[in-house]
């Protein structure tokens, strides 16, 4: 049974870090595409960064060289690092599993998601 529930979330001043896991991907942990979104209010939700079922990443342009995603396998969990926040990195961050990475390319999303978890970023 999958049920993606993230946690990590909170409050940092510009310039801090936070890191977020997420847990309870069941058997889609190997096999499907797994990664992160983000909706800030009153935008769309967008793509973060995912971990590729070849076992590559990609980050949208925003958050290179700030966010790290990893996964940690002896307990199935999705991490993303993020290092170096700013004022617009504040947003509700989704945990995301789905069968292609195609999703994080515009196609529908027909996979998992988590509940959220809340990071503001504050100066």
């Known amino acids: 049974q999958v049920q993606l529930i993230e946690s990590g979330g909170g409050s940092a001043q510009a310039g801090g870090s936070l890191t977020l896991s997420c847990e309870g991907f069941?058997?889609?942990?190997?096999?499907?595409?797994l990664g992160w979104w983000r909706q800030a209010p009153d935008q769309a939700r967008e793509p973060v960064a995912r971990?590729?079922?070849?076992?590559?990443?990609w980050y949208t342009d925003s958050v290179k060289a700030r966010f790290t995603i990893s996964k940690v396998n002896y307990n199935n969990t999705l991490v993303l690092q993020m290092n170096n926040l700013k004022v617009e990195d504040t947003a509700v961050y989704y945990c995301?599993?789905?069968?292609?990475?195609?999703?994080?390319?515009?196609?529908?999303?027909?996979?998992?998601w988590g509940q959220g978890t809340q990071v503001t970023v504050s100066l």
């Open positions: 995301a599993a789905d069968l292609t990475c195609g999703s994080w390319n515009g196609a529908p999303h027909s996979g998992y």
């Open positions: 069941g058997s889609t942990y190997n096999r499907f595409c």
């Open positions: 971990f590729d079922t070849d076992g590559s990443t």
